[in-house]
């Protein structure tokens, strides 16, 4: 559960320097993602989660 509660706190910690340091940058994702078609989100979506769950799987066998 620790691990859980890590993850989603380094999640709100990458959002908000993105957020903080680059506004207009998060504008622009933000009206990016408003206009781009569902596949592609889902796609994406996917795939980040894919390379995420790998990227923890890997730092779990390493480590």
Known sequence: MADLVTALGLVLVIEGIVYGAFPHLGRRIGEFLRT????????????SAAIG???????????
Request: hydrophobic share 70%.
């Open 36 to 47: 781009a078609p569902d596949d592609m989100l889902r796609i994406a979506g996917l795939a």
């Open 53 to 63: 769950l790998g990227v923890v799987w890997f730092a779990r066998a390493v480590m």
